[in-house]
């Protein structure tokens, strides 16, 4: 029996966590739902270690957002053999990787986010419902009254009621299903006057998905796998604003879209303690190996493990050829998918080594890092969603670096949290090559997470009012946690207080009401004084 609840959470990845985590701790009671039988998304059903500004050692995310963080870093210090110079370290970066100061495995993040909820569990407050996904929806009015989820294990159908709902889906999928005002693909320049936009509007315009995989490496050993469906297509598939064949170590520079070589060798014997993570600095991804690293064999007493872990989340496995937000969803999985199996059977059998020979026999995927049979990801990675129509919408106008200048941006009476990240869309199903700007630290105004008419559904990750441009730097892991958190604690003070959130976003004193909530939870709602990049 499930209990109805003050919020409906629709999706676990880490905006929906965070909106369950802020919501529980204001005493509401939640049920949150996942479609896959992992909570975390980003960081764990997609497999993807975090992007995240510079600074986000010492500033610029929310306090629960830093709790995470550190709570992975205890993980690895309790349980994993760390030698002496590793386990001192503060800033611990379990996978050296280049993409990020906290690189680490999919089932750590997933232990520690279990451990955040367990509390709430135990106390009655959280309800949670894994391998569910929501098929419809019903609405009254401007209030959305029920949301009906299949049991994705065995059919069956369930219908929730809550007082308030949140989308928490990685698509804003639930937007759809209820009938919400909602954007999709790149708007027009004529809608916001985006230099980067279209001349004309491209619903099915998305940025391009991957499916990730780990890999370790084992010299000597053969791991080749079955020859995929479609390698021959994809070993054959040449972009047109590509340098050269898709499965290659050519590939475009994203920010000046240059031809550049990447280099692939696995198992490097660089000491892992001698990188350094600054995307503001390199982009760390012209050495696949070492890019998105999850764990690090030097780090460790020798012995321990006989190879890195590296995740393949790289320029040469991101799928563009079909939207996946849309009706052709299980098309471009599918294409995606074996996309990403063909670039493994390229590596084992055709990629050139250092030494002049060909493939790489023994790499070996892992399917009990990313807890499936074929080792590929449990999710897509999906960096654009559906996004709704709110009461603010955030523009290239409000964030690019060359319009407002490296200590510009948009400052927002009605901030609710903060984010830094380059405009970073990869190639999309219109064509597009990388569209990669450089962007000032921005703030989160409550107005992108307020929609225009509905009055009880909230967004709680990509899905909020920013644009398909301006999606490019709101999508990543510390600002969908932001949202998500925000999107909680804004639901049960609506309920506490019986208002509706455009009531809190509109009218000062009430406002402010929220936002000594936010503060006392150590939500930063502004930058210090620091220049973009």
């Known amino acids: 029996m499930i209990p109805e609840a003050d919020i409906l959470v629709v999706g676990g990845g880490l905006g929906g966590v965070a909106a369950a985590l802020a919501a529980c701790r204001a005493g509401r009671s939640v049920v949150l739902t996942e479609e896959t039988d992992w909570i975390g998304g980003q960081l764990t059903s997609q497999a993807v270690p975090p992007d995240e500004h510079p600074w986000v050692e010492r500033f610029g995310t929310t306090a629960s957002y830093r709790r995470l963080r550190e709570e992975i870093r205890r993980y690895y210090r309790h349980w994993y053999p760390l030698r002496a110079e590793a386990l001192a370290l503060t800033d611990l970066n379990p996978g050296a990787g280049r993409v990020s100061k906290l690189c680490h495995e999919p089932r750590v993040a997933l232990a520690v986010l279990e451990g955040m909820l367990a509390p709430h569990r135990a106390a009655g407050r959280l309800t949670v419902l894994t391998e569910h996904r929501p098929v ?28 308030y709902v949140i989308d928490a889906t990685e698509t804003g999928e639930l937007l759809s299903l209820a009938g919400v005002e909602h954007a999709n693909g790149a708007e027009s320049q004529a809608e916001f006057d985006e230099l980067h936009a279209p ?26 796998i079955d020859r995929p469906d479609d390698f021959d297509f994809w070993r054959a598939y040449r972009p047109a604003f590509w340098p050269g064949p898709l499965l290659g170590f050519e590939a475009p520079d994203p920010r000046t879209l240059e031809p550049v070589p990447r280099t692939f060798v696995p198992n490097p014997e660089l ?11 390199d982009a760390g991804d012209k050495e696949l190996w070492g890019f998105r690293r999850i764990l690090a064999r030097k780090l460790h007493t020798p012995g321990a493990f006989d190879s890195d872990i590296t995740l393949v989340n790289w320029p040469l496995n991101d799928y563009w050829l079909k939207p996946y937000v849309g ?23 055709e990629a050139p080594r250092p030494d002049g020979g060909t493939g790489f026999p023994g790499l070996r995927i892992r399917p009990d890092v990313t ?30 670096i060359d319009i407002v200048g490296p200590y510009g941006g948009t400052r927002y009476r009605d901030s609710v949290g903060v984010g830094g990240y380059r405009i970073d869309l990869h190639p999309s199903t219109g064509g597009d090559n990388y569209v990669d700007i450089g962007s000032v630290p921005f703030e989160i105004p409550l107005g992108a ?36 958190e925000v999107a909680g604690a804004l639901a049960a003070h609506c309920v506490a207080e019986d208002v509706e959130p455009q009531q809190v976003q509109a009218e000062e004193k009430r406002f402010e009401d929220f936002a000594r909530l936010l503060d006392r939870d150590g939500v930063q709602r502004h930058w210090p004084d620091v220049r973009g990049y």
């Open 136 to 163: 419809s929806a019903e609405s009254d009015g401007d209030f959305l009254r029920t949301v009906t989820l299949r049991d994705l294990r065995d059919g069956t159908r369930r219908t929730l009621t809550a007082r």
């Open 199 to 224: 001349d004309e509007a491209q619903p099915d315009n998305q940025q391009g998905i991957t499916v990730c995989f780990a890999l370790s490496h084992h010299e000597g050993q053969d791991h080749t």
């Open 271 to 281: 000491d892992p303690l001698a990188v350094s993570a600054d995307q503001s600095a």
């Open 327 to 349: 009706e052709q969803e299980a098309e471009a999985l599918r294409g995606a998918r074996q996309l990403s199996l063909s670039l493994l059977y390229w590596l084992q059998t």
């Open 371 to 400: 807890g499936t049979a074929d080792g590929l990801a449990k999710s897509a990675y999906v960096r654009e969603s559906r996004r709704i129509k709110a009461v603010t919408t955030v523009t290239e106008h409000d964030v690019a």
């Open 449 to 484: 997470l307020v929609p225009r008419r509905v009055r009880n559904l909230l967004p709680a990750g990509k899905n909020i009012g920013t644009t398909h441009i301006t999606n490019g730097c709101y999508r990543l892991h510390p600002v969908e946690w932001n949202v998500g």
